[in-house]
């Protein structure tokens, strides 16, 4: 009877020891969905961020290598000459705006995914913590799993 009680106990052990490992799988697949999640959302910022400096470039090459028609050429071509006017300004300042944005939201990103691993750090440190306060005994520990199991 007491070799059948030990064996009992140390199997209660074994399962809350499992329990606590799947809990720990679970929060690391967790963890690792969300690190890949920001891998592809880094990417995209960093490829949209490429192309508006690309369009930038075209914007300033757009706005100071274009030539206006000559005054006297075009004296009747206000509203085109308007429009090629606008077009190079919102060719400098829509990049320049997209680049501002997609630089925040890579700072916002970064710190998210770093108040993120902090608060994770924390949160498994003080499972740790807990689970060997709360078990440091072996004989509680057979209390708790059979609490749990009965």
């Not at 995209?44 to 028609?69: D, H, K, Q, V, W």
């Amino acid at each position: 009877v007491v070799t059948h009680n030990n064996d009992l106990a140390w199997n209660e052990i074994d399962l809350v020891t499992q329990v606590r490992q799947v809990r720990q799988d679970v929060l690391n697949s967790l963890r690792e969905e969300l690190y890949s999640k920001y891998e592809i959302g880094e990417r995209s910022l960093e490829t949209n961020l490429l192309i508006s400096t690309l369009m930038l470039g075209f914007g300033f090459g757009f706005a100071c290598e274009g030539t206006f028609p000559d005054e006297k050429k075009a004296a009747g071509q206000w509203i085109p000459r308007y429009m090629y006017t606008a077009a190079a300004a919102l060719g400098l300042v829509l990049p320049f705006l997209s680049m501002m944005g997609f630089l925040e939201c890579r700072k916002r990103l970064l710190q998210f995914i770093t108040v993120f691993n902090e608060a994770f750090s924390a949160q498994r440190s003080g499972e740790g913590h807990r689970f060997q306060a709360r078990f440091a005994d072996s004989e509680i520990l057979v209390e708790h799993a059979h609490r749990r199991t009965s």
